[in-house]
């Protein structure tokens, strides 16, 4: 499935809200202008009908009354017809809509906008009223009307201004929007560039995060952070093939060194042997090493598998001991077991960590010295702590660094 550039979603985007935005507003325009249209018909036409009650009832005669209609209306759209009881009926009506169908509009009391008389008459609202009035002692029935020409034809040619004005408005803003919109993702564009110029010798250097837009403030700090890390990453890394390196040139220049020797003259058969021994001693501390390596890298990646299972902290002490009794009697050095309980845990990761403590602690004892090895327990943690006596290191911040020897 092809994914749409950032730029075409949000002019979309922006579009269809403009769209929304334009029917909104156009419709509720439409709508005010219409009942404010409807509203002073309304009342154009009640003003007439209470005009020619009052002019009836001054004296004014019916055939007269035409003539002040006149003054005031359309006679394209207004219509007025007069009832007499004696059959002198006068109609202006120049609308094309037959005087009889006048007689079915119900006569109203009082003249109000709830009692006009409304119907669409070929697709234009009629508006009309019919009451009752006198001229001296004839009683009279006065139908005053107006057909909403004019303003279906102001609401029909604001409806299409309307919409051009809309259409202009979305067409421009669907040529500026893309050009807007890329403006606003220059900023990117330029981290995207700082980004990818980014190498070993920049990553110290952070990004300028004030120069970017607020937007952005956020991202630019996830990329200053991912950029302390890698370089934390890189500076480790190089320290681990430096280090690796000169752990692994002491035991090759030996068997370099050893087997030159050996090839620089005659050699009996069993000494020979003897070589060969050497050589394997030699590279099984290679492999010794070579394992140690693997899993530095695995412990910092947390690739360890860790089988905890219950371990009896004095025996695990005690085999540790006789391990590396050989090595202690060469100093004279004695230990005493104090460690008690059970613990839950990887038994092979303990018994490495307790070798690396205790070939420590009698490398660096003095001789005749005593070494002790205690327990203690606090809730749900076990402490372990190998004593030994020995001068304060000078560099006790570095003693957790990998291949570090004092």
């Known amino acids: ?14 579009i269809a809200i403009l769209i929304l935005a334009c029917t909104g507003i156009s419709w509720t325009l439409y709508n005010a202008l219409s009942k404010e249209l409807t509203y002073r018909d309304d009342m154009t036409l009640i003003n007439r009908a209470a005009q ?14 035409p003539l002040y209609f006149n003054r005031m209306v359309d006679t394209k759209q207004d ?12 109609a202006i009506n120049h609308s094309g809509i037959p005087d009889q169908r006048f007689n079915e509009i119900p006569l109203a009391k009082n003249i109000t906008r709830e009692t006009l008389f409304r119907q669409a008459v070929q697709g234009t609202e009629l508006t009309a009223v019919r009451v009752n009035a006198r001229s001296g002692d004839d009683p009279l029935t006065l139908t005053i009307a107006r057909l909403a020409t004019e303003r279906r034809q102001m609401l029909t040619q604001y409806r299409r201004n309307s919409l051009l004005m809309s259409l202009i408005a979305i067409l421009v803003c669907s040529a500026l929007s893309p050009l807007v919109i890329r403006n606003g993702l220059r900023a990117i564009t330029s981290l995207s560039r700082l980004t990818a ?12 995060e004030q120069a970017l837009p607020v937007e952005l403030r956020p991202l630019g700090q996830a ?19 430096d280090d690796l390196a000169h752990e692994l040139r002491t ?38 090493l070579t ?24 025996a695990l002490v005690e085999n540790m001991l006789d391990y590396l009794s050989p090595l202690a009697e060469e100093k004279r050095i004695c230990f005493i077991n104090q460690c008690q309980g059970t613990v839950w845990a990887d038994e092979i990761l303990l018994q490495r960590v307790l070798s690396n403590l205790l070939t420590n602690a009698i490398r660096y004892s003095d001789e005749n010295a005593v070494i002790r090895i205690e327990s203690a327990y606090d809730d749900n943690v076990a402490e372990i702590r190998v004593a030994n006596p020995g001068s304060h290191p000078a560099d006790a911040d570095k003693l957790f660094r990998r291949f570090w020897r004092g």
């Open 1 to 14: 499935m092809v994914k749409l550039s950032m730029t075409l979603r949000l002019t979309i985007s922006f």
């Open 291 to 314: 394992e140690n390596i693997l899993f530095l890298a695995r412990a910092e990646h947390q690739n360890i598998a860790v089988k905890k299972q219950p371990v009896s902290l004095n």
């Open 251 to 288: 035991p090759v220049n030996i068997l370099l060194g050893k087997n030159q020797v050996m090839l620089s003259q005659e050699r009996s058969a069993e000494e020979y042997q003897q070589a060969l021994v050497d050589n394997i001693e030699e590279l099984e501390g290679l492999s010794r």
């Open 223 to 241: 990329l200053n952070t991912m950029r302390q890390k890698l370089s934390d990453d890189f500076e480790r890394l190089n320290q681990f093939a």
């Open 52 to 65: 020619m009650q009052q002019l009836l009832l001054d004296g004014a005669r019916p055939e007269n009354l």
């Open 197 to 208: 110029a980014t190498d070993s010798g920049t990553l110290r250097q952070p990004l300028a």
């Open 79 to 90: 219509i007025l017809l007069i009832h007499s009881a004696t059959g002198h009926n006068v």
